[in-house]
């Protein structure tokens, strides 16, 4: 089956800085990578997502890259603000029912 | 608009009884299921996966079980909770095979063994 490795596991970083959290897949037909971010007791929620056709997405602060060849996949978050702290999940999608594959995550801090 | 229902929010349970939470979602037919389970300050664990009425999939062997007796109802049981139990358990919904889209999670479940 797949397996997501996602690193780091926390991340500090100043209000105004970048922030980047690396991910890697293990089956090479996961073809869909969705990233969320978990705020403290809620549900996960959906902040960006890219499928295999496509190398890089961008929406405002946030990107997300793509190389299928190396099978790792990473999260750029820009010009942090304190909101933007929390929990953050990368996932591969794989088997006909589409089930998420979730890395371990990685517990963001920005510091004000 | 699509919606996920996930009852009950909070749940305290003691070890041995058994458990039934369910989740419903609106707004589309045919849904691929899914029941996940987080602990505390862990990752999300896929416990089950369904892709249609009465088809359940386990991805890991445990002491739960779940069924989907209706198209958008899927719901997780057991008959006799254990402390390691313990868990927030979140269910979510996706399109259909063969469509990249993405899962949507309902509010989640915390529960507590004691």
């Known amino acids: 089956g797949e397996n997501v490795e996602q690193h780091p596991s926390t991340l500090s970083v100043q209000e105004g800085d970048s922030a980047v959290i690396k991910c890697t897949y293990s089956d090479s037909a996961s073809n869909y990578f969705p990233w969320y971010k978990q705020e403290l007791g809620k549900r996960p929620q959906l902040i960006i997502d890219i499928r295999s056709n496509v190398g890089e997405k961008k929406d405002q602060r946030i990107a997300v890259t793509l190389n299928k060849t190396a099978k790792h996949f990473s999260l750029h978050i820009t010009e942090t603000q304190p909101e933007d702290s929390a929990v953050y999940f990368c996932a591969a999608t794989r088997g006909s029912a589409r089930q998420l594959t979730f890395g371990s995550g990685t517990q963001l801090t920005v510091l004000p | ?114």
């Open chain 2, 1 to 114: 608009s699509q919606t996920i229902h996930q009852w009950p929010a909070t749940l305290v349970q003691p070890v041995g009884s058994p458990l039934s939470l369910e989740c419903t979602v609106e707004g589309t037919s045919n849904p691929n299921l899914y029941w996940y389970r987080q602990a505390a300050g862990r990752g999300l664990q896929l416990l089950f996966y369904s892709v249609g009425i009465g088809q359940i999939s386990s991805e890991v062997p445990q002491n739960l079980s779940a069924s989907r007796p209706q198209d958008r109802q899927f719901i997780l049981s057991s008959k006799k909770l254990l402390l390691s139990d313990s868990g927030f358990y979140l269910c979510a919904w996706s399109g259909g095979t063969g469509v990249n889209t993405e899962a949507f999670f309902g509010q989640g479940t915390r529960l507590t063994v004691v």
